[in-house]
Each structure stands twice: as structure tokens, then as C-alpha cells.
């Protein structure tokens, strides 16, 4: 998948957030410490440091959402990534009911709270959360 592909379903998935843009998924993909799992319709970026991996970020075309593209995602990227780390995190919107019960079932626990930390277009600020999960 390219990074142009990338920023596509990006943009198609994440309507009240910025878009990212092609030469940022390019430049985040140069790093050594960033890898990605693909799917058809969907992807994860994850970065891991000092044995930590964090998921930058996760998006499945709205058109093929609900159909265990995500769940796969996030099974391909923690078992690659307990190669180098031992603990994943993440952070979430709040109000991201999908996002928030898919981690969940991935074995994500609420950490902490950065409240007002994502802004709306139409709406106040929402939380953030931030979750945890270990690996391996
Ligand atoms: C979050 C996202 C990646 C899930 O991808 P998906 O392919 O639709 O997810 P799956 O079909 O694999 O579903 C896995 C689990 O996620 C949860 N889930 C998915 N869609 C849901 C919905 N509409 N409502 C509630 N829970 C949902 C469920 O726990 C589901 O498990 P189940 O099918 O056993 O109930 C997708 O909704 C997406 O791209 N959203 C927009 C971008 C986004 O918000 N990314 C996360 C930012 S932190």
C-alpha cells in the first residue's frame, strides 16, 4: 500500500479530524522505528521505542468497516510488535465508541484522560483517552 493510498482511506475514514497527507505518511513510513500492517481496505501505523509500540494511528475505508478488518489490523501489528516492545499504547477520542470497544477486545485499559484534547468542527472539545495494553 502506498502512501498515497494511505492518506486516501485516511481522509475517507476520519471525517472530523484533520486529513493527513500523502507526504506525511511517506515520511513517517522513512523512520526505522515505524512499520505498518495492511489490509485491502485499511491499515495501522505503529512506532515503537524504547520498548514501547505505540499505534499512531488505524483506519478502515468506512465502505468496508465491520467486517473484521480492524481486528485483524490490530492482531497483525501487537504480534509483530512484540519483537521489540512489551507494552502497547494509544489514544482515543472519547466519544469513539468503535475505536474504544475494538481495543478493548484487543486488551487496551484505560490509562489516563487529556481532557479537551480533540477538537470538533461542530461540537466541544472531547477527552482523549489513553490506553494500554501489555504484549506477548
Ligand atoms: C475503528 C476502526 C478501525 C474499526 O475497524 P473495523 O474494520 O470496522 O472493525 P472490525 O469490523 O474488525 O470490528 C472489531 C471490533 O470493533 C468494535 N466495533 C467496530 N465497529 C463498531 C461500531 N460501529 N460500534 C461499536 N463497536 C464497533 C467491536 O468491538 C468489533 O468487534 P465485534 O465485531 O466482535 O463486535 C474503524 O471503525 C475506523 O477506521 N474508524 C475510523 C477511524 C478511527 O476512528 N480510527 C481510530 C482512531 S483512534
Do not use: K
Not at 473484521?68 to 466519544?95: I, K, P, S, Y
Not at 475505536?99 to 482523549?128: E, K, M, P, T
Request: proline share 4%.
Amino acid at each position: 500500500m502506498t502512501p498515497q493510498n494511505m492518506a486516501q482511506i485516511h481522509a475517507a475514514a476520519f471525517t472530523d479530524a484533520r486529513a493527513w497527507s500523502a507526504a506525511e505518511f511517506a515520511s513517517l513510513l522513512d523512520s526505522p522505528y515505524v512499520f505498518a500492517s495492511h489490509a485491502s481496505q485499511g491499515f495501522a501505523l505503529v512506532r515503537v521505542v524504547a520498548g514501547e509500540a505505540e499505534l499512531l494511528t488505524i483506519a478502515v475505508h468506512p465502505d468496508h468497516q465491520g467486517q473484521g478488518t480492524g481486528r485483524a489490523l490490530m492482531a497483525d501489528w501487537m504480534a509483530r510488535a512484540t519483537h521489540t516492545a512489551g507494552e502497547a499504547f494509544l489514544e482515543v477520542a472519547a466519544d469513539n465508541a468503535p475505536a474504544c470497544a475494538l481495543y478493548a477486545a484487543c486488551g487496551f485499559v484505560i490509562a489516563g484522560r487529556r481532557a479537551g484534547y480533540y477538537q470538533r468542527s461542530s461540537a466541544q472539545a472531547v477527552d482523549a483517552w489513553l490506553m494500554r495494553a501489555p504484549l506477548g
